[in-house]
């Protein structure tokens, strides 16, 4: 943890400005990660033989592990940006993101070491290491995100008063309030959308097929939940006008999709989807400013001690990165849109040759 004192000396247009970064970070991570872990959950189950699996793999195959970036991203902007929001969320929650960090590491193993392994019985237990690992990170990060709008109880710690720590720490089964596991299976039921669209996208066949398919049922599974989380979410923090806006706009994003899928609109479902993730990060990162997920000790909207006003870096290292990001943040873009320019075409059984091991994934 960070003492505020040496903090929250830099202009609001600067705090501001970094927090609307950080929360673009994170909606790169959820659109583009939240298709491939949407996938990843898929494998077991809408791949029949080793060939559509190794298709549903190659989907993903070349962007999954570049995707991860953005929050590793996200993650140290910050830490440099708002020192004291990273350190109380991160001592507080070391449970959950302790949960989330073995997703990942199984995940990535899975995908690692699918194809140094030719035995079947290996190969089914990857893909399902890939799915569990993609179920769980997603489930942690719904759980979150719905806990980040109640708040987090925050209060100045007993030893030293310019510190703050989640009340009570380590902060864990409190999460799982109704609202806390509502987020987590509404986030599920959406990234299971969005990612068997971006298969119906990239495959072609069978696989196409069945993953239209079943993104027409789990469709009307994510527009029934996600009404019931964005309606729940303008309730309990209500944030004015910009919430209803936002949930209307999440609301159509959702039907488009499921509407356009039916119609075999594969690219226009998927922006769609996308369009959803945009829009729901927008309203939950909306009712984080300027407590950034925190609320003080008590029942109800009480106001959060920590502040983005408090618990900001100073204004020359705001400066600093702000330079820096004008720089990289561009060239990552480009680099971005070029790496899925170059894998943009669709993938089928009649791609992955019959003599060969499974190749290992580029990222």
């Known amino acids: 943890m960070f003492a505020l004192e040496v903090a929250g000396n830099a202009p609001l247009a600067l705090q501001g400005l970094w927090f609307i970064l950080i929360a673009v970070l994170w909606i790169g991570y959820l659109v583009l990660e939240g298709f491939d872990y949407g996938v990843a959950m898929l494998i077991p189950f809408l791949g029949k033989t080793e060939k559509e699996k190794r298709v549903i793999v190659n989907t993903i195959g070349p962007v999954w592990d570049g995707n991860e970036v953005w929050l590793l991203t996200a ?6 940006a708002f020192p004291a929001w990273y350190a109380t969320l991160f001592s507080g929650l070391y449970l959950p993101l302790f949960l989330v960090l073995v997703g990942l590491i199984i995940r990535g193993v899975a995908f690692e070491y699918r194809s140094k392994h030719p035995e079947a019985k290996w190969r089914n237990a990857f893909d399902w290491m ?9 489930l942690v990060f719904g759980v979150g995100f719905a806990n980040f709008i109640l708040g987090l109880p925050v209060a100045a710690a007993a030893n030293n008063p310019s510190l703050y720590v989640v009340t009570p720490s380590p902060y864990f089964w409190q999460l799982f309030s109704w609202f806390g596991l509502l987020g987590g299976v509404c986030l599920v039921a959406l990234f299971l959308f969005h990612g068997s669209l971006f298969l119906a996208l990239k495959t072609k066949g069978e696989i196409h097929d069945r993953a239209t398919a079943f993104a027409g049922k789990v469709g009307l599974v994510s527009i029934g939940l996600g009404a019931i989380f964005l309606v729940s979410q303008n309730l309990l923090h209500p944030i ?8 209307v706009l999440a609301a159509l994003g959702l039907v488009s999709a499921w509407w356009f899928n039916g119609k075999g609109r594969d690219g226009i479902a998927f922006i769609s989807t996308t369009a959803t993730v945009l829009f729901v990060a927008v309203g939950i990162f909306a009712t984080m400013w300027p407590g950034l997920g ?6 109800g909207l009480v106001p959060s001690p920590l502040t983005a006003m408090n618990a900001s870096s100073s204004e020359l290292t705001l400066t600093l990165m702000t330079v820096a990001a004008c720089v990289f943040v561009p060239i990552v873009l480009a680099y971005t849109a070029w790496a899925y320019t170059v894998f943009r075409r669709r993938l089928g059984v009649e791609n992955i040759p019959d003599d060969e091991p499974a190749p290992a994934l580029a990222g």
């Open 130 to 138: 890939a799915s569990i690992g993609s179920f769980v990170v997603t």
């Open 294 to 299: 925190f609320k003080g000790v008590g029942d």
């Open 75 to 80: 993650g140290g902007a910050t830490f440099a």
């Open 240 to 247: 004015g006008p910009l919430g209803w806006v936002l949930l």
